[in-house]
């Protein structure tokens, strides 16, 4: 059974740091592009990041670009999310997920088939 389980959720003031944990089971770790989305209240769920399988390639967001870095372990199946420089707009229930085709487009949640609960990020004014 596929699991992604996130940690590391909460309040954090403006400006800022969290780094959010997402410890996968059930599959082929070092064979999955992972990505972060996160949706806000009443908006769609956008494109975060994503990690190739070696952690050689990323892709952000252009919202968090130069503020939040992904990364992997692969020895032991965790993705992470640091973000820095938090801002109001940053408060969303954050996911990560796991694309089994690296062929795929990262940005696009519909080409990944394993998602974790959310953790709520909220970051105060």
């Known amino acids: 059974q596929v699991q992604l389980v996130e940690s590391g959720g909460g309040l954090v003031q403006v400006g800022g740091s969290l780094r959010l944990s997402c410890a996968a089971s059930?599959?082929?770790?070092?064979?999955?592009?992972m990505g972060w989305f996160r949706q806000a209240p009443g908006k769609e769920r956008e494109f975060v990041a994503a990690?190739?399988?070696?952690?050689?390639?990323?892709l952000y967001a252009d919202s968090v670009k130069g503020r939040f870095t992904i990364s992997r372990d692969n020895a032991k199946n965790t993705v992470y999310l640091q973000m820095n420089s938090l801002k109001p707009e940053d408060t969303a229930v954050y996911y990560c997920?796991?694309?089994?085709?690296?062929?795929?487009?990262?940005?696009?949640?519909?080409?990944?088939?394993?998602w974790s609960q959310g953790t709520q990020v909220t970051v105060s004014s």
């Open positions: 990690i190739s399988w070696s952690g050689g390639s990323t």
């Open positions: 059930g599959l082929t770790f070092s064979r999955h592009v």
């Open positions: 997920a796991a694309n089994p085709l690296s062929g795929s487009s990262w940005f696009q949640s519909g080409h990944y088939d394993y």
